[in-house]
Structure formats: C-alpha cells, structure tokens
C-alpha cells in the first residue's frame, strides 16, 4: 500500500482565480492520477502525471485547464485554473505501481468556487 | 468498451441486516475486480478485490466473488453495522489498458440502528 497526503484538504476560492493542489506518497510510485468527483457522483478521471513528461489528459479536459506537475516519484500537484462555479468538486490523487493493478487514493481536496 | 454497472442506491437496512450490492461489468479479456469504499467526507479505500475468475476477495465481513460466466461481482456481508455506512464503488481494470480503472456510479448504503 502507500500513504498519500494531499494539500490542502479543503478551499473556497473565487471565480477567476487558480488553485494548485499538491499529492505526497510515501513511497516511490510509477503512476499518479488525478481525479474529479462531482456531489453525489463516481469519479472521473482527468489525466495520468507521467514522472519526467507530460501528463497524459482525458477527454473533456485540457492541459490549459488542469495544468499539471511530476517533478519526482513521489509528488505531483493539479492547477484548477481560470476557476469557475462548475469546477467546485473533490480533487482526488490516487497512486500505483508498475505491473500493479491497485491503485490508492489520498483523502480529497473539497473545492468551493464562489 | 469496457463499463461497469452498480445498483442504484440509497440501499437501506437495518443493523444485522444480510448486504448485496449487485455489480455487472462489460470488458474484453480478464480484468482485476474491485470494491473500493469511501466512507462520508474521506477519499477511498480498497475494500477487495479478485484477479481472476472464480476468486473470493474478502475483508473486514465482506465478499465479493469474480463470476466470469455472469460477468458479476456482487459484494455481500452477512451482518451489517452502522458503521458500515458508506459510499461502495464497484471498478475495474485491465493491464493493457494500463491499469486504468474504469468505475461503477457507486452505491450509497444506509445502515440504521
């Protein structure tokens, strides 16, 4: 397993504005993802922080959008840029290995756009 | 390509009640099945999971069984808590598609005293 920790846990924010969450592992991992999960709804996957190149994005979201970073193994972070009321949602990271198919998640980022 | 389908919830019972969460899936070749747990205001937890077909993936009370030839996955307890109360995400993946997980809409379980 690992332990993630994601910063920060929680943020209202204003229209217009960027937020950049942060994802830490414990442990060396080959691949974070990052998710979106609406009220009430399953996840949605926005893109897979590849280490040492660009993030690989699904469709429906873009690099402009939801700028991301895989400095290291062990850490990535999500910009919500331009915000909106439609991006108040729970960002969640989870984490895998390679030839793993488990995937582990940290705890969430509850964001609130006003 | 590949889906996963959960029944809706809520799901109500009461304390020692006997749990099914019915899940189907649609995927080419042999992929992992899981049953990942968010209780209210935390991220996920892996509850289970089974690799192949025929295995029982089990924890905490819960059972989960891979049958390809109904391609289900149907998470069971026999006797369930309060504190069971939760948000229950049936997934899967496959290694030629990177691990990817591919996720059910969830069910929300209510467990009342």
């Known amino acids: 397993s690992a332990v993630i920790s994601q910063k920060p846990s929680r943020d209202i924010c204003q229209r217009g504005t960027s937020l950049t969450i942060q994802c830490q592992v414990d442990?060396?991992?080959?691949?974070m993802f990052w998710y979106r999960q609406q009220p009430g709804q399953s996840l949605t996957l926005i893109a897979t922080?590849?280490?040492?190149?660009?993030?690989?994005?699904e469709s429906g979201f873009v690099i402009d959008k939801f700028p991301i970073s895989r400095p290291n193994l062990t850490f990535s972070t999500l910009t919500v840029s331009n915000m909106s009321p439609e991006d108040s949602s729970i960002y969640l990271c989870?984490?895998?290995?390679?030839?793993?198919?488990?995937?582990?998640f940290g705890p969430g980022t509850r964001l609130t756009v006003t | 390509g590949d889906s996963v389908t959960q029944m809706e919830g809520p799901v109500t019972l009461s304390e020692e009640a006997f749990l099914t969460i019915n899940c189907t899936y649609t995927?080419?070749?042999?992929?992992?099945l899981f049953w990942y747990v968010q209780y209210p205001g935390e991220g996920l937890q892996l509850l289970l999971k089974?690799?192949?077909a025929d295995d029982k993936g089990s924890n905490k009370g819960f059972e989960a069984t891979y049958r390809k030839e109904t391609t289900s996955f149907h998470l069971e307890k026999g006797s369930v808590q309060v504190s069971d109360s939760a948000v229950y995400f049936c997934?899967?993946?496959?290694?030629?598609?990177?691990?990817?997980?591919?996720w059910g809409a969830g069910t929300k379980l209510i467990i009342k005293p």
């Open positions: 989870s984490v895998g290995r390679a030839a793993e198919d488990e995937q582990y």
């Open positions: 442990s060396q991992v080959t691949m």
């Open positions: 922080a590849n280490q040492g190149s660009e993030a690989t994005y």
């Open positions: 995927a080419t070749g042999y992929p992992s």
């Open positions: 089974a690799t192949k």
């Open positions: 997934a899967l993946s496959r290694r030629d598609s990177n691990y990817q997980l591919i």
